[in-house]
């Protein structure tokens, strides 16, 4: 059974720091996806990874696989207000979009 | 190309009772998977349909079953509702089993009483 855990579960940050979250997943995955949510709203898209090494960057945030640790980050840099939100990742377990996710990041960035 | 949709968006029921959850995949996908996102938790896989078959199936009883439709559009039907089924359910859709990116709806938020 696929699982997967990120950590920290809740963080708190002022605005140009920048940290890292971490999903670390127990079995061989396919891919690797991150998703951010805004509160009462739906999941966006954010990175797909799909092999060792991968690394994607869109603005502030960079999110990076190494399959042999079964870890994948996700970077915020100089983070803004804006980057507030719930962060997920999520593994895939044999290709086929069935997706399992983290219990998510709740990032929140102060002025 | 319009995106996911679902309906309703809100919904009310009393224990006991059966819902049907609706969702429209973005314009020439043919996979729709539905996922179940309990409060303050990362949303759960239900299942998964794929021109037409139910293609996946996470640990979730039988009273959750689905259908999908021949213009890929998706239905997730829950019987004898319990309290712990309120949820905001996802469905999301993409271009084939092995295509990467899938694309949620907005969801629709149940509460159960």
């Known amino acids: 059974e696929l699982k997967v855990e990120q950590n920290p579960l809740f963080l708190s940050m002022q605005e140009g720091k920048n940290y890292t979250i971490y999903c670390n997943y127990s079995?061989?995955?396919?891919?690797l996806y991150w998703y951010r949510q805004d509160p009462g709203k739906s999941l966006e898209s954010l990175f797909v990874?799909?092999?060792?090494?991968a690394v994607k960057q869109e603005g502030r945030l960079m999110a990076s696989l190494d399959t042999k640790a079964r870890l994948s980050t996700l970077h915020i840099t100089a983070a803004v207000h804006d980057l507030s939100a719930t962060y997920f990742c999520?593994?895939?377990?044999?290709?086929?979009?069935?997706?399992?996710f983290g219990g998510g990041t709740r990032l929140m960035v102060k002025p | 190309e319009t995106g996911v949709t679902q309906s309703p968006t809100h919904l009310i029921k009393t224990r006991g009772q059966q819902v049907t959850l609706r969702c429209s995949s973005q314009?020439?996908?043919?996979?729709v998977s539905w996922y179940q996102q309990a409060l303050g938790q990362g949303p759960q896989f239900i299942f998964q349909?794929?021109?037409?078959?139910?293609?996946g199936r996470g640990n979730f009883p039988p009273r959750f079953s689905g259908l999908q439709f021949p213009n890929y559009s998706s239905e997730l039907n829950v019987n004898a509702l319990e309290l712990d089924d309120s949820a905001l359910y996802l469905c999301?859709?993409?271009?084939?089993?092995?295509?990467?990116?899938?694309?949620f709806g907005p969801g629709t938020r149940l509460l159960v009483l």
């Open positions: 349909y794929y021109r037409e078959e139910e293609n």
């Open positions: 999301a859709s993409s271009s084939g089993l092995a295509v990467g990116t899938q694309y």
């Open positions: 314009s020439g996908h043919n996979t």
């Open positions: 990874l799909l092999s060792n090494g």
């Open positions: 999520a593994a895939e377990l044999n290709a086929g979009n069935m997706l399992t």
């Open positions: 079995t061989t995955s396919d891919r």
